[in-house]
């Protein structure tokens, strides 16, 4: 049996890989730094489903008695909230030095920042 | 070519790693017994509906510091990456529809944020995603002012008294209850009412402000920085 959503998550993932490793603008590896990142989170998430049950919320509708029988997994939904975070903080800190190298050499083609380079 | 052909086998071996997942290496059919655990007890020790905030407030507490901290530490990066500058004009003004529109739906992104914080124990949501809220919310107003004042000080405080309550919160349950960062510092109360589950509304509150704070440092930061 196939789960789309995990597939979907490996999509992305190995899509933002492709694009971080063939594209030549910061900016565009940033980019797909983002998309692994969001699929990671989407497989992440897909491993705490269970089929037909419920957000892990016990309102009146679920109910206290037998909850575990009830609710998907509350772990991975925790874990991915602490990524999303982080990952937001990463990005944010990544488009920043972006920001610094344009204004060193005024261009965000990795071509041009050879210091590096063996 | 020899680099496509790299970058194709790079590819190839992430997907290798990963399609065995597709067959469903998940849950199964059951909770483990650590997520049931946190299933039975969580509404009868902490008085929480949504199990995910107390994953996250209580039983992975100090995890949720680290993460605050890393967020702390990116934004104090960002902070010290782009120093502010005198404020560039702005290529083009913003439309009557715009600015109009933006002044009033920022205070009622900012309740929703608000809400959004402090039912974080009953509702899906939480600090993160409340403090998420408001940050656009001031997104939205930079965008439709002309020349929003953003008092960087007033920011700073903020922040900084939040992080240091939701330290102290957490040292007092070290010393009150159970360990550190326990809820249990301050009654359950009634299941399911908005001041209930112990410390986590407070918790919530002050990472709903921190984090908040410090998205909207980071956007302001990107914006006077042309």
């Not at chain 1, 730094?33 to 998430?45: A, K, L, N, W």
């Not at chain 2, 530490?73 to 439309?95: W, Y």
């Not at chain 2, 004042?149 to 008294?161: A, D, N, Q, R």
Request: hydrophobic letters at 50%.
């Amino acid at each position: 049996m196939i789960h789309a959503v995990t597939a979907t998550g490996i999509i992305l993932i190995l899509t933002g890989l492709w694009c971080m490793l063939t594209r030549k603008h910061i900016i565009r590896i940033i980019i797909g730094f983002s998309i692994i990142d969001t699929g990671i989170h989407i497989m992440i998430v897909s491993t705490g489903y269970i089929r037909n049950r419920t957000a892990p919320i016990l309102d009146h509708a679920v109910g206290l008695q037998g909850a575990a029988d009830k609710v998907v997994d509350p772990v991975p939904s925790a874990l991915v909230l602490t990524a999303i975070v982080i990952g937001l903080a990463v990005t944010a800190l990544m488009l920043s030095y972006a920001v610094k190298l344009y204004r060193r050499k005024r261009t965000l083609d990795i071509n041009n920042y050879a210091e590096l380079k063996w | 070519m020899i680099k496509r052909l790299f970058v194709l086998l790079a590819v190839a071996g992430m997907a290798v790693i990963l399609i065995p997942f597709v067959s469903g290496n998940g849950a199964g059919d059951a909770l483990n017994n650590v997520a049931a655990t946190y299933v039975e007890d969580a509404p009868r020790d902490l008085g929480t509906m949504n199990i995910v905030t107390a994953v996250i407030v209580t039983y992975r507490g100090l995890d949720t510091l680290g993460e605050v901290l890393v967020l702390f530490i990116a934004t104090a990066g960002v902070g010290f990456l782009l120093k502010k500058r005198r404020e560039g004009d702005p290529v083009q003004p913003p439309s009557e529809i715009l600015s109009t529109g933006g002044m009033i739906l920022m205070p009622l992104i900012v309740l929703f944020g608000i809400y959004v914080f402090s039912h974080g124990h009953l509702t899906p949501g939480g600090g993160f995603q409340g403090g998420v809220i408001i940050a656009t919310a001031f997104l939205l107003a930079m965008l439709s002012a002309r020349r929003l004042p953003i008092y960087s000080g007033l920011l700073t405080w903020i922040e900084s008294v939040s992080g240091f309550a939701y330290l102290a919160v957490g040292v007092l349950g070290l010393v009150l209850a159970g360990g550190f960062l326990d809820s249990r510092l301050l009654p359950a109360g009634r299941y399911g009412s908005l001041l209930s589950s112990g410390t986590i509304p407070l918790i919530y509150t002050f990472i709903g402000l921190k984090v908040g704070t410090e998205l909207v440092s980071i956007l302001d930061k990107l914006r006077s920085n042309q």
